[in-house]
């Protein structure tokens, strides 16, 4: 008797940006079919082995989910110094703070959120409130 090992593999894909945008608006069974598709040319399989083998697919929107509304921070090219404008406090009384403001480090990461909050605490404690 041949004995068959059972091989699962999780796949991850993040979307940033329009495409993320475009994905949110399909349903989910067209989501998960583009990627489908698109993973099928990269690895040069037919789509219907991928189809054939696949045994659960999700696709979560993060802009939709009600404690995240959102995933993280993407720039597009051309304004480099966009988070820095949006880190800038407003007459010296609205201050920000968050990784979309974290120009001079980790951006799009927890570690970059929580130095853009000491950045702003600093710059409120120095501020003439
Ligand atoms: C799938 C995924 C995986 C990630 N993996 C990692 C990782 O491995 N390591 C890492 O360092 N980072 C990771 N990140 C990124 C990390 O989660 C973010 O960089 C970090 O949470 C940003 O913190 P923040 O405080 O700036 O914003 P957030 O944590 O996004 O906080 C913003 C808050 O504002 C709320 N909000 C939004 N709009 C409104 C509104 N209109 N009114 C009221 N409240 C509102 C949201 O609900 C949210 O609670 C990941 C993110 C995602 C989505």
């Known amino acids: 008797m041949v004995e068959r090992k ?4 999780s796949l991850w894909v993040f979307l940033t940006a329009d495409i993320a945008s475009k994905m949110d ?3 989910e069974e067209e989501a998960i079919k583009i990627g489908l598709q ?9 789509i ?19 404690y995240t509304k959102g995933g993280y921070s993407t ?9 820095k404008e949006l880190g800038e406090p407003v007459d010296n009384k609205l ?10 480090t980790d951006v799009q990461t927890v ?19």
């Open 6 to 9: 059972l091989t699962l593999i």
């Open 25 to 27: 608006s399909l349903s």
């Open 38 to 46: 698109d993973l099928s040319k990269l690895l040069q399989v037919p």
């Open 48 to 66: 219907q082995t991928l189809q054939d083998n696949l045994i659960r697919a999700k696709r979560i929107s993060w802009n939709k989910e009600q």
């Open 75 to 83: 720039r597009k090219i051309g304004n480099p110094n966009l988070r």
């Open 95 to 104: 201050f920000f703070a968050g990784e979309a403001t974290a120009y001079w």
């Open 111 to 129: 570690h970059g959120a929580i130095e853009s909050g000491w950045r702003t605490v600093s710059k409120i404690m120095s501020a003439k409130l």
